[in-house]
C-alpha cells in the first residue's frame, strides 16, 4: 500500500521559517527524486525544489537562496528547509515522488506567511 505522509506546515510570519518532511512507503518502483510542488490559490500547481537520487537538486528561481532541499531518495525521504518566508509562499505544498514514467503525490500540507 502507497503512503505519504508529510510534515512541517503552518503559519508563521513573514520572515519566519518552516521546515517540510516527507517520507514514502510502499513505492512498487525505483525512486529517480523526491521533491516539492506548491499550488496558491487560482494558480497552477508549481515546482519549488527537486532531488534527484544522484543527489542533484533543481529550484524554482524564487526558492533560490531561501529554501533548501535534502534526502535520502534510498530511503523514501525528503526535507524542505524554508527560510526567510514571504506571504507570496502561502501555498499548499504537495510532496512529489517520481519514478520511471510515474509520479506520485501526496495530500499536501498548507503553508501560510501572514504578512
Known amino acids: 500500500q502507497v503512503q505519504v505522509i508529510e510534515s512541517g506546515g503552518g503559519l508563521v510570519q513573514a520572515g519566519g521559517s518552516l521546515k517540510l518532511s516527507c517520507t514514502a512507503s510502499?513505492?512498487?518502483?525505483?525512486?529517480?527524486?523526491m521533491g516539492w510542488y506548491r499550488q496558491a490559490p487560482g494558480k497552477q500547481r508549481e515546482l519549488v525544489a527537486l532531488?534527484?537520487?544522484?543527489?542533484?537538486?533543481d529550484y524554482a528561481d524564487s526558492a533560490k537562496g531561501r529554501f533548501n532541499i535534502s534526502g535520502d531518495i534510498a530511503r523514501s525521504t525528503v526535507h524542505m528547509q524554508m527560510n526567510s518566508l514571504k506571504p507570496g509562499d502561502t501555498a499548499v505544498y504537495f510532496c512529489?515522488?517520481?519514478?520511471?514514467?510515474?509520479?506520485?503525490w501526496g495530500q499536501g500540507t498548507q503553508v501560510t506567511v501572514s504578512s
Open positions: 510502499g513505492m512498487a518502483f525505483t525512486i529517480s527524486a
Open positions: 512529489n515522488i517520481q519514478g520511471h514514467r510515474i509520479n506520485v
Open positions: 532531488i534527484s537520487s544522484d543527489g542533484s537538486t
